[in-house]
């Protein structure tokens, strides 16, 4: 039973700093790649980063220079370090995981940010 957990969510000014995290716990073979969406109200779930096995990332343009990906595989754990935060990216952000075997991806609860002007 494969389960994502996000954690570090919160209410930052702008300017400000958050680090999101993702523990991937069940049973797991390895991990392909894992990434990080966000949704705001009445908009579709987009990438924010990924990250391969090979240790490839990959950002959306309105983050890129201020939002860094990482992950700890011995931990099966992602983050995302989150500098410079804007108003624009108060949303939902949740965790995506790609697991080798598995036909789909799995996904976390989400955890909420919100930047305040």
């Known amino acids: 039973q494969v389960q994502l957990v996000e954690s570090g969510g919160g209410l930052v000014q702008a300017g400000g700093s958050l680090r999101l995290s993702c523990v991937v716990s069940?049973?797991?073979?390895?991990?392909?790649?894992m990434g990080w969406y966000r949704q705001g109200p009445g908009k579709q779930r987009d990438l924010v980063a990924n990250?391969?096995?090979?240790?490839?990332?990959n950002y959306a343009d309105s983050v890129k220079g201020r939002f860094t990906i990482s992950r700890d595989n011995a931990k099966n754990t992602v983050y995302l370090q989150m500098n410079s935060l804007k108003p624009e990216d108060t949303s939902v952000y949740y965790c995506?995981?790609?697991?080798?075997?598995?036909?789909?991806?799995?996904w976390g609860q989400g955890t909420q940010v919100t930047v305040s002007s």
């Open positions: 990250i391969t096995s090979s240790g490839s990332t």
């Open positions: 069940g049973y797991i073979i390895s991990i392909n790649a």
């Open positions: 995506c995981a790609d697991l080798a075997g598995a036909p789909y991806p799995y």
